[in-house]
C-alpha cells in the first residue's frame, strides 16, 4: 500500500511537471497585419513573420488588408502588430487618430519616400508640368484607394491644379500598366514608393513637388498593439531591434518575390543567408 501510494504521489508529480512545462511552453499565436501589393510590405512582414517564429517560437498568422483596416486591426488589437506604418507624412492621419491606441516601435526602414513617378525619357520634370502635357491622357495610375500615397495625390491633383483622374487599382495592376508604357515607349505617371522593385527593373525618377504635397523622406515603422508588450515581450523587444541596413538589404527579397517566388519561401531563404543580421535582431 504504502508503495502504491509513492508511485501515485510520483505520479502526479510527473504529470504535474509535464503540464507546467507545458504551459511554460505554450505562447500565443500573433496575427500581424500587411498590405499585399505593396512590395515592400510583403517583403518586411514575411521576413518578420520568418524570425519571429524560428528563433521566438510563436506561430504567427499574417492576414492582407488594406491600409485603413490595418490600423484600425492594430488599434483595436484584432492585428497585434504591422511594420508598415509611413510616417510621419504618408499615414499621418491614422496616426493622429490611433496615436493614443498603439505602441510605435520605431523604424524598419528609414529614408522611405512617396511620390508620382514617371518614365526617365518623359519631358516632366515637375508636378506642375503635368498641368501642360496632354501625353498621359489626363490620367494617373494608383495603387489601392485609402492608401497614404492615393490620399496625397488626391491632394495634389488639387494643388496644381491637374485636372486629371486618379485610377485606383493595385501595386501589382499600377506596375502592370508601367510596364506595358515602358516598353512602349509612351508616357506614364504612377504614384510610387522608396522601397520598390521596379526602380531596379526601369529607369524612372520621382516628379519634383515644389509644394511639398508629398512631404520629404520618411521612415516606416513597426506599429504594435496596446497588449503586444505582455502578450509577447521578446516580439516587442525585437520590434524595436529590427531594421533594414539598406533599400539594397530589403532589395533582395523584394526582388526574389517578384520574379517569382513565394514570400514564404524568400523569407526564409533570406533569414538562412542572413544569420548575423538576424542574431542582431534577436540577442
Known sequence: MKMRRLLSVGTALVLAMGAGVACAQAKPTLNIGYVDGWSDSVATTHVAAEVIKQKLGYDVKLMPVATGIMWQGVATGKLDAMLSAWLPVTHGEYWAKNKDKVVDYGPNFKDAKIGLIVPEYVNAQSIADLKEDKGYKQKIVGIDA??????????????????????????????????????????????????????AKWKLRF?????????????????????????????????????????????????????????????????????????????
Open 146 to 199: 485609402g492608401s497614404g500615397v492615393m490620399l496625397k495625390t488626391d491632394q495634389a491633383i488639387k494643388d496644381y491644379g491637374l485636372g486629371y483622374k486618379l485610377q485606383a487599382s493595385s501595386g501589382a495592376a499600377m506596375t502592370s500598366e508601367l510596364g506595358r508604357a515602358y516598353a512602349k515607349n509612351e508616357p506614364v505617371v504612377v504614384t510610387g514608393w522608396v522601397p520598390h522593385w521596379m526602380f
Open 207 to 283: 516628379l519634383d513637388d515644389p509644394k511639398q504635397v508629398y512631404g520629404a523622406a520618411e521612415t516606416v515603422n513597426s506599429v504594435g498593439s496596446k497588449a503586444l508588450d505582455s502578450k509577447a515581450p521578446e516580439v516587442a523587444t525585437f520590434l524595436k531591434k529590427f531594421q533594414w541596413a539598406s533599400k539594397d538589404e530589403i532589395g533582395e527579397v523584394m526582388l526574389a518575390i517578384q520574379e517569382g517566388e513565394k514570400p514564404e519561401v524568400a523569407a526564409r531563404e533570406w533569414v538562412a543567408k542572413h544569420p548575423d543580421r538576424v542574431a542582431e535582431w534577436t540577442q
